[in-house]
């Protein structure tokens, strides 16, 4: 038996998502579906929407959602009917990757996050009884309902009770990939330098994060003064308008170099700027979203005899359960108060918060889609 649901449809960019009624397939064994609670909106939503990601239109996306758990497939383990629970991205738990709980590397990584469909190929949702794109990472969370997989839901743990699913559904994206850059990526060190370069939901994750690691200086760069100025909240010991000579600045406060350089910006010139600060055994740690034509260009001599290291990162190489219930930790003791990034839209808002994200205005708009 199908279930009813409404859900925001994306028909690219040339028309704004609007609300309309859904349904939802059944559940297959390894699958649980959510009464979503809220949901974030992240840049990879709208990388989506403009096509520069190969995900089919028209399409149901979200991908950072929270809620309540109201049936679960025979085979699911992970949580119950009446759970809270947060989604991330989804994985095939079987590869070469995933079998190393490195999921974010997941070899299967397009049929279960980015086809539209189930990884089998069939619809999870339909319209007018018509399959539609949805399962998009594993989820589809700007919609009231939900089907979600074993792979890429967490229970929240009872001691975080006390935390609204509408403040904890940004975890499984942005935030986790900038906390796990510099948590378990590259593995920021105690009093080692660091300049995390765009302050946006990522960026301001592994400044936080470097603060835990006890990282310093903790550098941040930016164009947006409000930006750094928060950045500075959060952690950052030094801020640099990217505009006004940050490289410079950066290479006179620490002169021997850079232990961890980490970019946000996808933008190569950047990127190369930044690997030259690097000291040895420095590691530039890339997350940001770059145009497929972009090539870096390093000194070769300088990258093999410093012992440096360029490192691509996805998804913080968080290992989703245990990653997102050690994160939560540490918002509950104070030390990654990712609240301070967070604007709430109601969900038929959900034009305006993607608008805020896009302007600036907002750093991580989140949907409120239904009461907890
Ligand atoms: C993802 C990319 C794959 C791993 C998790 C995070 N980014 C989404 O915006
Ligand atoms: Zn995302």
Not at 189 to 212: K, Q, S, Y
Not at 263 to 286: E, F, K, S, V
Request: charge should be negative; include cysteine.
């Amino acid at each position: 038996m199908t279930v009813s649901a409404r859900a925001a449809i994306c028909r690219g960019n040339s028309e704004p998502f609007k609300i309309e009624d859904v349904e939802l397939d059944d559940l297959r064994p390894d699958e649980l579906r959510v009464r979503v609670v809220a949901c974030g909106v992240c840049h990879t939503d709208m990388a989506v929407r403009d096509e520069q990601l190969p995900v089919p239109h028209p399409v149901v996306l979200g991908h950072e959602g929270a809620g309540i758990v109201e049936e679960v497939g025979s085979a699911v383990t992970v949580a119950k009917p009446g759970d809270r629970v947060v989604m991330s991205f989804n994985s095939c738990g079987e590869c070469p990757s995933c079998s190393v709980d490195a999921p974010t590397y997941c070899y299967n990584f397009f049929p279960h996050n980015w086809s539209g469909k189930r990884a089998d190929g069939s619809a999870v949702m339909f319209k007018d009884g018509e399959p539609m794109n949805a399962n998009f990472f594993g989820q589809s969370s700007f919609a009231t309902h939900a089907i979600a997989h074993e792979q890429n839901t967490v229970k929240v743990p009872d001691s975080a009770a006390d935390i609204p699913l509408e403040r904890l559904a940004p975890i499984g994206c942005g935030l986790m990939t900038g906390a796990g850059a510099v948590l378990r990526s590259m593995e920021v060190r105690e009093g080692m330098p660091i300049a995390v370069f765009g302050a946006g939901t990522v960026g301001m994750a592994a400044i936080m994060a470097a603060r835990i690691a006890g990282a310093d200086p903790i550098i941040a760069v930016d164009v947006n003064d409000e930006r750094l100025a928060l950045a500075k909240e959060l952690g950052a010991t030094h801020t640099f308008n990217g505009k006004e000579g940050a490289t410079d600045k950066i290479r006179d406060l620490v002169p021997q170099g850079l232990g961890y350089a980490f970019d946000t910006t996808g933008i190569n010139t950047i990127i190369q700027d930044a690997w030259g600060l690097l000291a040895p055994m420095g590691i530039c740690g890339i997350v940001g979203a770059s145009s497929p034509e972009d090539d870096l260009t390093f000194n070769e001599s300088e990258f093999m005899g410093g012992g440096r290291r360029v490192m691509g990162i996805l998804g913080g190489d968080s290992d989703v359960g245990p990653f997102l219930c050690e994160l939560i930790e540490y918002h509950q003791k104070g030390q990654f108060p990712f609240e301070k990034l967070i604007g709430y839209f109601d969900f038929d808002q959900i034009n305006e918060a993607i608008h805020a994200s896009e302007d600036g205005s907002v750093v991580k708009p989140v949907l409120r889609i239904s009461k907890e």
